[in-house]
C-alpha cells in the first residue's frame, strides 16, 4: 500500500489541503447529490478528461458507443491527517482537479473507446484509513464511502442505464468497492445479463469472493472479470501468502496461464506525458497471485528502486486493456 498514489504524486503537486468546503456538524463530509453533474468526475453529457485520448489515431467513441463504462477511482486522498476528515469532501477543489487530472485523465479514459464513461466523486477513504488499528473506525469510514459508490450506482441505473451493457473497471480503493458492488449487484443477479466484464486492478481478489461470477478465461469472454497487481519480477509484497487463491489475469494474453508473454504482445502504455505512447514497454506473467515483469525502461522512470508498480496497474498496458473492453463488448453485442 505504501506505494499506491506515488504516481498520482508525481503527476500533480502537494498534497490535499483542508480548504473550504463542507462539512456537516458531526464533522463528516455532507453525501454527494449526484443529480448534480458537478459530483461526477466525468459523464458523457459534459467535457471532461475521460474524453481525452492519447494520439488523434485513438478515438473517442462514447458519442456512438453501445455499451457503459461505470469507472470507481482510486485514493488521490492523501496528505497529512490532523484536522482532515476521515473520508474525502465532494466539493474541496483542489481534490477535485487532482482526481480529475491524474485517475480520470490517465484511467477512465482507457474505456472511451468502448463505452459512455460515468465516474462519480465519492467520499473516498483518507489513504491512512488502510492502516487503522481501530477496525470499527476504519469499517465506518470505508462504509461511507461505499455507500456513496452505492447511490451513485443507482442513479446510474435509473437515470442514464437504459438497460445497455456494463462494465465495471476500477483501480486500488475503487477495487475495494467494486468488489462490493459486483458482489451485490451482478453476481448471480438479474443484472448479471448487463455485464460486458470487470477490470477489478490493483487490490487483491480472491477466487472464491464471488458465488457465480468467474474469471475472464479469454479474450472476448463476458460477463467475467480481470484482475491483476504489478510488481517487478522476483518480487513478494511483504504480505504475500505463497500457494494464494488470488485471481490474476494476464492483460497481454486475457488468460491465467503462467506462461510468460513477452512485451512485442504490449500494443502501448501511457505514462507521464499523457500524449505519448510507448509500445512494447511491458511484458507480463502470472506468478502466485502476482503479475511479475521486468522493470520497464523509460525515460525519467520512476521506478529505478521501486519493486511495487501498483502506481501503473493499468497504464503499462494502457492500449490493451482499451482494445480489450472494445473487444469484449463487440462479442457482447454479437451473443445478444
Known amino acids: 500500500m505504501k506505494y499506491f498514489h506515488l504516481f498520482f504524486a508525481f503527476l500533480l503537486l502537494g498534497a490535499c489541503s483542508t480548504s473550504k468546503f463542507a462539512i456537516s456538524d458531526s464533522g463528516v463530509p455532507r453525501p454527494p447529490d449526484y443529480a448534480n453533474p458537478d459530483h461526477w468526475a466525468a459523464l458523457p453529457s459534459k467535457v471532461d478528461n475521460a474524453d481525452r485520448t492519447p494520439a488523434d489515431t485513438i478515438p473517442d467513441n462514447q458519442a456512438t458507443a453501445e455499451a457503459d463504462v461505470f469507472f470507481l477511482h482510486p485514493t488521490i486522498y ?11 469532501p465532494i466539493d474541496n477543489a483542489q481534490l477535485n482537479k487532482k482526481v480529475d487530472e491524474s485517475t480520470i485523465l ?4 482507457i474505456f472511451n473507446g468502448a463505452g459512455r464513461v460515468y465516474a462519480p466523486r465519492y467520499r473516498q477513504a483518507h489513504l491512512s484509513a488502510y492502516y487503522m488499528e481501530d ?13 456513496d459508490v452505492k447511490n451513485a450506482f443507482e442513479y446510474y441505473l435509473a437515470n442514464y442505464n437504459n438497460g445497455r451493457p456494463i462494465i465495471i473497471a476500477s483501480h ?32 487483491p481478489v480472491e477466487g472464491d469472493y464471488f458465488q457465480h461470477l468467474q474469471p475472464c478465461n479469454s479474450p472476448n469472454a463476458t460477463g467475467c472479470f480481470v484482475a491483476w497487481r504489478a510488481y517487478r519480477r522476483g518480487y513478494y509484497p511483504r504480505i504475500h501468502q505463497p500457494d494464494n487463491n488470488l485471481v490474476v489475469v494476464n492483460p497481454l494474453t486475457w488468460t491465467s496461464s503462467t506462461d510468460p508473454a513477452e512485451r512485442s504482445l504490449n500494443h ?10 510507448y509500445p512494447q514497454l511491458a511484458e507480463a506473467q502470472v506468478h502466485d497471485g502476482l503479475l511479475w515483469l521486468e522493470r520497464p525502461k523509460f525515460p525519467g522512470s520512476f521506478l529505478l528502486k ?23 463488448v463487440a462479442a457482447f453485442l454479437q451473443k445478444k
Not at 78 to 88: F, H, I, L, T, V
Not at 176 to 194: C, G, I, M
Not at 307 to 328: C, G, K, Q, T
Open 268 to 277: 502501448g502504455a501511457v505514462l507521464r506525458k499523457f500524449d505519448k505512447v
Open 306 to 328: 521501486n519493486p511495487n508498480y501498483h502506481i501503473a496497474d493499468f497504464n503499462f498496458y494502457y492500449l490493451n486493456v482499451r482494445n480489450n473492453a472494445m473487444e469484449r
Open 78 to 88: 492523501s496528505g497529512k491527517r490532523g484536522d482532515q476528515p476521515w473520508n474525502g
Open 135 to 147: 477496525k470499527d473506525l476504519q469499517k465506518e469510514v470505508f462504509d461511507r464511502a461505499y455507500a
Open 106 to 109: 490517465y484511467q477512465a479514459s
Open 172 to 203: 486500488s480503493q475503487g477495487t475495494t468497492h467494486s468488489k462490493r458492488l459486483l458482489r451485490e449487484y451482478f453476481d448471480d443477479k438479474p443484472l448479471a445479463v448487463q455485464l460486458v466484464a470487470a477490470y477489478l486492478i490493483g487490490i
